[in-house]
């Protein structure tokens, strides 16, 4: 069986609370052995925390995505990242999708900027959301050259591609949806090295259940798209895949 890891699912979602343990009973049995648990806003982050301790093979990062501003606390955050599950800090970026007025990209930037020094700090790969701010985003991260992570759900923008030198891309769902020509086009210009695999779990379900809740059991989709769009055998793929992940967060999986 393949064994693969989903770098990047809301486990702590309130869509998982009455069957969690199928949720992961399920990925397992697809060989998804290992997930990332990638905080959104501080709120779930006690019940993320949770699930790791009671998972051998469940991660977490500590962060807040760009739409939760009203939820930042550096020293909240501080507070768990030395955790022995806080593998990275994140999800954390831009997203200029419902409002791009001045202001609120500032104050993006400014809690983005404060989230890139909390992951230098203390030596965390960042995990990177980016929506409709590809050219902002990507002066920030150009300014850190020492600093390593993902772009999580990569766009398919090659702008983006410039910072492949110390970040990956994960890859997610939409790479098997019908209107994803831009990104299928640009998958194979992506180095085997860097990809990753990522369901945004409960979001983003790929083809054929586009619609449904999405759980980490559906990452043999998105692997096989990968591995038919770059023409390579899917174990290969899989087998690279799982090394990032275990490289990029520093994994010890069992």
Request: net charge negative; with cysteine; aromatic share 8%.
């Amino acid at each position: 069986m393949l064994e693969l890891i989903d770098t990047h699912c809301h486990l702590d979602h309130a869509h998982y609370l009455a069957d969690v343990l199928e949720v992961l009973s399920n990925a397992k049995e697809a060989g998804v052995t290992t997930a990332i648990i990638p905080a959104a806003s501080p709120k779930d982050l006690a019940r993320a925390i949770a699930l790791c301790e009671e998972n051998q093979n469940l991660y977490f990062a500590v962060g807040v995505h760009p739409l939760d501003l009203e939820d930042f606390n550096l020293d909240f955050l501080k507070a768990h990242i030395n955790h022995p599950k806080c593998v990275a800090v994140g999800e954390c970026g831009l997203d200029y999708h419902y409002k791009n007025d001045p202001t609120t990209k500032a104050t993006q930037k400014e809690v983005f900027k404060a989230q890139i020094a909390l992951a230098l700090e203390y030596n965390k790969p960042l995990i990177v959301h980016i929506r409709e701010a590809s050219a902002d985003a990507h002066a920030i991260l150009k300014e850190h050259p020492k600093l390593k992570g993902v772009l999580h759900c990569f766009n398919g923008d090659a702008l983006l591609l410039e910072l492949a030198h110390n970040f990956y891309y994960g890859i997610g769902g939409v790479a098997t949806f019908k209107n994803a020509k831009t990104l299928v086009e640009i998958l194979p210009q992506i180095p085997l090295e860097r990809l990753l695999l990522e369901t945004d779990a409960p979001y983003l379900t790929p083809h054929p259940f586009r619609g449904q809740r999405n759980e980490p059991k559906y990452i043999p989709l998105i692997a096989e798209k990968l591995a038919k769009v770059r023409q390579m055998r899917l174990e290969d793929l899989a087998q690279n895949t799982t090394a990032n992940a275990q490289a990029l967060f520093n994994l010890k999986v069992s």
